[in-house]
C-alpha cells in the first residue's frame, strides 16, 4: 500500500499519548510506510494530520497525480524524521505474532474477538494435538500474519556452498574461530564446549534520552558471571546481535528476540516484561556451546568502552567468516558417515519438526491467551460474584433479625473473591506468561530448523550430482572423496545441533513446566485459603 491512498474500512480510535492515528469508515488516507511492523501503516489524514493505523482497517484505492504528488512532500518533510525515530529505537518490523488459519481467512474483518484455533497438524572484536477452540473475549487488533523474512539459505547460496564443498575457499582458520565436534554414542554428533560455563543476568532497565530528550531509549544492564561486570545495551544493540549471529552461523538455529513494539514501550509493566523475555534469549545464548564462545557475543556481554565497541562493531560487520564459509572452522572426526543412514535420520527429524511446529505455536497462543483471560475475563468475573455477594450483605442489613454472623459471613465471602480476583491480576507473570516466553525461544527455534536441514539436503544433492561426474570421469576420485568429507562436516553439524536441541527438550523444558506447575498449585492454595476463611465466617 505504500505510495497509495487507502480508504478506512472501519473506525479506529488511537490510543492517547501514542503516534496512533484515529480514522473514520470511509475516509481517505495517504499511505507514506506500510511496513512499519506489527500489521500497522503510517499516513495522514485529509486534515493533514499523520501518525499510525492499522493496515487491516484500511483497503487500497486508485492514486491520483495530485496525490502522488501531496505524498512526496510529506515524505520529505517527515519521513526522515519517522525513519530515524523507529528505527533508532530498533521497534519495526520483528517476528510477527502467529495466527491461526481461521483467524487469517477473517483478516478482511476487524477482529473484536480473538478465535484461537489449534490444529493437528576471523576478527578480535576488542573485548505441539486434537481439533479445540480457545474462545478469548479480550478486544484485540487484528495482525496480519506477515512471517519474519529468514536469509539463512540465501545467505548459504550468496556464500558459495559449491566453493565450500569443491575447497575452493579454504580461509586460514585462526585457533579462537574454530569449533569442534565430536561423536558420542549411538552414532550421535554434539558440539563440544570450550570454557567454563557461565550465565548473564539481565537487569535494571530504565529510560534515558539523547538529543536534549528528543530521544528516549530503555537501557538494559547485562551482567556475565565471569567478570561480574555490568555493560549497558538497548534493543536496538539486540537486535544488532542477532543479525551478526543469524549471518556468521548458518548451521545453527538462532533464538529469536522479543516482538517489537510500536506504542507503549515506555510503560513500566511492558519494560519488565520485556527484561524478562530478553533474559531468555540470553540464557539460550549461554547455554549454547557455540553460539556462547562467539567472538561478537563475548564482545556484546563485555565491551565497556564506547570507542572500543563501535571499532568491534564495524570489525564484526566486515567479518569474512560467514555462512557456509564458516563450516571451514569446524573441525570434526575423518571417518565417513553412512550417508543412506544420515539422509534417513535428517528426514525423520525433519518430519519431527514440521510436526511440532504448529504445536508449539498453538501452545504459546492458548498461554497468551490464558495471560489476558486472568487479567480481564476471569478478574472481571469474580469481580460480579464478590459484587453480588456484598449486595447481599447490605440487602439483609435492613432486617434488624438479620444483623449479626449471617451479614457478617456474607461480607467475609465477598471480600474473598473480591481477594480472588486481585490475585488473578497478579499470576500471569508467575506462571502463564514465563511459559510463554520460554516457548517463545522454542518456536523461533524451530521455525529456522527448516532452513538449517535444507543446507545438508542440498549439500547431498549436490554430492550426489558430482558422483555422476566421477562415473562419467569429468572428476578425480580423490577430488570425490574430499567433497564427500565436506558434506559430512555439514552433516555433522546439523546432527550435533539436533542433540544440543533435544538436551534442551529434555532439561529445560522440563524445568519450565515443573516451575509452572509449582506455581498454579501455590495460585490456587491461595484460592482455597481464601475461601477457607470464608467458610470459617459462617460456623458458630
Not at 505524498?71 to 525515530?85: A, F, H, N, V
Not at 547431498?460 to 559430512?488: A, C, F, G, I, N
Request: glycine share 4%; with cysteine.
Amino acid at each position: 500500500m505504500e505510495n497509495h491512498q487507502v480508504r478506512a474500512l472501519y473506525d479506529f480510535t488511537g490510543e492517547s499519548g501514542t503516534a496512533e492515528l484515529s480514522i473514520t469508515a470511509g475516509e481517505v488516507l495517504t499511505v507514506m510506510r506500510d511496513n512499519v511492523g506489527d500489521g500497522w501503516c503510517e499516513g495522514f489524514n485529509q486534515s493533514g494530520k499523520s501518525g499510525l493505523f492499522p493496515a487491516a482497517y484500511v483497503q487500497v484505492v486508485e492514486t491520483t497525480a495530485s496525490v502522488s504528488s501531496a505524498m512526496t512532500s510529506s515524505q520529505q518533510s517527515s519521513g526522515d524524521y519517522w525513519d530515524d525515530d523507529w528505527d533508532d529505537d530498533s521497534e519495526v518490523g520483528q517476528t510477527q505474532a502467529y495466527v491461526p488459519p481461521q483467524q487469517q481467512q477473517q483478516q478482511s474483518q476487524p477482529q473484536h474477538m480473538i478465535q484461537l484455533t489449534q490444529q493437528h497438524s576471523t576478527v578480535d572484536y576488542g573485548d505441539t494435538v486434537s481439533m479445540q477452540t480457545i474462545h478469548s473475549v479480550i478486544p484485540e487488533r487484528p495482525i496480519p500474519n506477515i512471517p519474519k523474512k529468514n536469509n539463512k539459505f540465501s545467505t548459504l547460496i550468496k556464500s558459495g556452498e559449491d566453493s565450500f564443498l569443491l575447497g575452493m575457499r579454504i580461509a586460514n582458520i585462526p585457533e579462537s574461530e574454530k569449533i569442534y565436534i565430536e561423536e558420542i554414542d549411538g552414532g550421535r554428533c554434539r558440539w563440544v564446549p570450550r570454557g567454563e560455563s557461565y550465565n548473564c543476568v539481565v537487569t535494571s532497565p530504565k529510560k534515558e534520552s539523547k538529543l536534549k530528550g528528543l530521544k528516549s531509549f530503555i537501557v538494559y544492564q547485562l551482567t556475565p558471571t565471569f567478570n561480574n561486570i555490568q555493560v549497558s545495551r538497548r534493543y536496538k544493540h539486540f537486535d544488532w546481535l542477532h543479525e551478526r549471529l543469524e549471518e556468521k552461523y548458518c548451521f545453527i538455529p538462532i533464538p529469536p528476540l522479543p516482538d517489537k513494539q510500536i506504542s507503549g514501550r515506555y510503560e513500566e509493566q511492558f519494560i519488565e516484561h520485556r527484561r524478562t523475555q530478553l533474559q531468555e534469549f540470553v540464557d539460550y545464548v549461554c547455554r549454547h556451546p557455540i553460539l556462547a564462545r562467539s567472538r561478537v557475543w563475548e564482545h556484546f556481554i563485555t565491551c565497556t568502552d564506547e570507542k572500543r565497541w563501535k571499532a568491534g562493531k564495524r570489525q564484526a560487520e566486515k567479518d569474512e567468516l560467514l555462512g557456509v564459509n564458516y563450516f571451514n572452522a569446524i573441525q570434526c572426526p575423518d571417518t565417513p558417515l553412512d550417508g543412506i543412514k544420515v539422509e534417513i535420520q535428517t528426514d525423520a527429524y525433519s518430519r519431527f519438526i514440521s510436526g511440532i511446529d504448529p504445536v508449539v505455536k498453538n501452545f504459546m497462543a492458548m498461554a497468551i491467551d490464558q495471560t489476558k483471560k486472568n487479567q480481564v475475563l476471569y478478574r472481571r468475573e469474580f469481580q460480579k460474584i464478590s459484587q453480588v455477594f456484598s449486595a447481599l450483605s447490605h440487602a439483609l442489613e435492613v432486617d434488624d433479625n438479620s444483623r449479626g454472623r449471617l451479614t457478617y459471613a456474607l461480607k467475609v465471602t465477598g471480600d474473598a473473591y473480591n481477594d480472588i480476583d486481585k490475585l488473578y491480576e497478579e499470576q500471569s507473570k508467575f506462571d502463564w506468561e514465563p511459559l510463554a516466553d520460554k516457548f517463545h525461544i522454542y518456536r523461533g527455534i524451530i521455525s529456522s530448523f527448516p532452513d538449517v536441514i535444507s543446507i545438508h539436503k542440498s549439500a547431498v544433492q549436490k554430492r550426489k550430482d558430482y558422483e555422476k561426474l566421477v562415473s562419467e570421469h569429468k572428476m578425480e576420485p580423490q577430488q570425490m572423496r574430499e567433497l564427500s568429507h565436506r558434506t559430512d562436516i555439514i552433516a555433522r553439524a546439523l546432527l550435533a545441533e539436533e542433540t544440543h536441541f533435544q538436551t534442551e527438550q529434555e532439561i529445560h523444558i522440563t524445568q519450565a513446566m515443573k516451575t509452572h506447575l509449582t506455581e498454579q498449585i501455590r495460585f490456587y492454595q491461595k484460592i482455597v485459603d481464601k475461601l477457607r476463611e470464608a467458610l470459617n465466617s459462617y460456623e458458630g
